[in-house]
């Protein structure tokens, strides 16, 4: 069953065309991941899914609700964290729930226990009491994810949720996303990183300059590209460093690793390099990873991103080149 659906989706801004006829649906149950890079339109079409902004042209459904001409029972069935949640810090986690689950009209009877399981869902039970500027960011976040379920939505939708947290506490917030799903709520996430999507997606359309580009499964998107070698290091940030001076493909992969877009066959080569270079190795397998290219522009070549940079280019579905 469908629980989002655009349909020819526009948006202008004074005279830009920010987002251009953009169709998709997500049903029930299924994590649906929308990839981009910085700028590509994301953030825009979340706020026109949660009435934040209004589509030029198109429609926007949520369970069968229009959501321009059937705002408040659209709304209804959604639940969001766009840019960074919001929570009362001098208020305890509690506290914020009841202030959410008041706005969302749920009653005194269930409230108790609906709060109880949602901090048990996103494992803050603990420290539900505490108030919030106590938490770490990635508790604050998973609190959000509480906020957002109190009223019992059919549709999540989350911008960029993972953003500014470190790789456990991104697993974890993946792992709860997950969970969601797992109970029968449609969840659609925004993204610029593609191991995010492909870690917690079951769906994926990718969005560039305001256009989808390419709308797949996971698993069909994994099919494409070639082999690669994960590296779990001491020091990943100057592995990656090293191997680009080097003119080797990597990407960050998670916690202390990297992964290296190459045959098998060149694994000794690249462990020599990395041990020669003070970069203890704890483990080198090869991988069937599948991915994108990041594409220099105007130079037609690809290559791995740099530090700090966005590792997601270019959308247009290509194969890598062999490293
Ligand atoms: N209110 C606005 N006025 C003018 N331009 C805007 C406005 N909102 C968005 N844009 C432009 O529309 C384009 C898409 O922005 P949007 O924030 O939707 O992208 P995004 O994919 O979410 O990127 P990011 O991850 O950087 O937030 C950008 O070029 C942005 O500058």
């Given at each position: ?35 981009g ?31 321009q ?47 109880g ?53 991104m ?11 797992s ?71 998670g916690e ?7 045959p ?20 080198a ?14 130079t ?24």
């Open positions: 069953m469908e629980v989002l659906t655009l349909e020819n989706v526009s948006k202008v801004i004074g005279s830009r065309q920010v987002v251009s006829n953009l169709s998709l649906s997500v049903k029930k149950g299924e994590v649906f991941g929308f990839l890079p910085n700028g590509a339109g994301k953030t825009t079409t979340i706020r026109m899914i949660v009435c934040l902004a209004k589509p030029s042209s198109g429609r926007i459904r949520i369970k069968g609700c229009d959501v001409k059937e705002r408040a029972e659209a709304l209804r069935h959604v639940g969001a964290i766009v840019e960074n949640p919001e929570t009362y810090p001098y208020l305890t986690g509690r506290q914020n729930l009841i202030h959410y689950a008041r706005l969302a009209g749920v009653g005194r009877r269930e409230m108790r226990q609906r709060i399981e949602l901090a048990e869902l996103v494992g803050l039970e603990e420290r539900i009491d505490d108030k919030v500027k106590t938490y770490s960011l990635g508790m604050r976040q998973r609190l959000g994810l509480a906020q957002a379920l109190i009223g019992n939505p059919g549709l999540l939708v989350l911008d960029e949720p993972t953003n500014g947290l470190d790789p456990a506490g697993r974890e917030f993946r792992g709860l996303v997950r969970k969601v799903a109970t029968g709520i449609a969840v659609f996430v925004s993204s610029h990183l593609l191991g995010e999507i492909q870690q917690m997606c079951d769906r994926v359309a990718i969005i560039k300059n305001g256009r989808i580009v390419t709308e797949k499964s996971v698993t069909e998107l994994l099919k494409r590209g070639d082999s690669s070698i994960l590296i779990r290091a001491s020091r990943p940030e100057t592995a990656l460093a090293l191997l680009e001076q080097n003119g080797w493909r990597a990407e960050a992969a202390q690793s990297i992964r290296v877009f190459a098998e066959s060149r694994v000794q080569e690249l462990i020599r390099l990395l041990v020669l270079n003070g970069v203890d190795i704890y483990s397998e090869p991988s069937p990873w599948r991915s994108f290219t990041w594409s220099l522009p105007g037609g070549r690809s290559r791995g991103p740099k530090r700090g940079e966005d590792r997601c280019v270019s959308w247009d579905g290509s194969l890598p080149t062999s490293g």
